[in-house]
């Protein structure tokens, strides 16, 4: 399959999740416009991984979606802020050939979403700030259900950075994904609990500074591992 095909089928992907209700025109247009600028400068491989957290969220919001309408916390179509919010630190990673932070970033934009998408059903989590049960789907609340689902997604993402050829070595890819992605995760509840509760900031915020930690970590894991 030549370059070109490639493109086409970037194109095809993006129709199907504008077509399916996964992401408004926009966010299906922009996310055309970085997959294809991923594929061009870091190439197909690291393009791939970012499908990979693409169907995990996809699947889990799907996930007991008729309850989550019943408590009003299921997102549904997803709009271009969204996909800006976690999408522009991988692709600037990805731009600059930096694996580790492109692999730390997704993985924290897959931790998060399978936490929120998977925790939500858990009826008993609890603020991250003070442990206080709160209400499912609250800014900040967190669950061992939510926690482990963002672990295993983590995980995944990091088996295949390497399957794929983005990182390296097993291990390496791994412990960079799980550790970002888990410390990510863990940071975007605090500013959900602490800033986003309080509408000092947005969703979109808590998940670009939240992006951008992961990007910091995975890098910061390359020296220390």
Known sequence: MIIWEYV???????????????????????????????????????????FVFLLLSLLCTKYKH??????????????????????????????FGNYAGFVGSIAVATADTLASEVGVVDKSPRLITNFKKVAPGTDGGVSPVGTAAGIVGAGIIGAFAY???????????????????????????ILGAVLESRNYITNEHVNLFATISGAVLGNAMVFML
């Open 163 to 189: 399957i794929l050829g983005v990182a390296p070595d097993p291990f390496n890819a791994i412990e960079i994904a799980v550790i970002s992605g888990t410390l990510g995760c863990f940071i975007d509840s």
């Open 8 to 50: 086409i089928l970037v194109v095809i992907i993006g129709l199907v999740t504008y077509i399916r209700g996964a992401l408004d025109l926009y966010g299906s247009i922009f996310m055309i416009i970085i997959g294809i600028i991923i594929m061009f400068t870091a190439g197909i491989n690291w393009l791939l991984l970012i």
């Open 66 to 95: 008729q309850y989550k309408k019943e408590i009003g916390v299921y997102e549904g179509t997803r709009s271009i802020k969204n996909v800006i919010s976690n999408g522009i630190v991988p692709f600037v990673m990805a731009a």
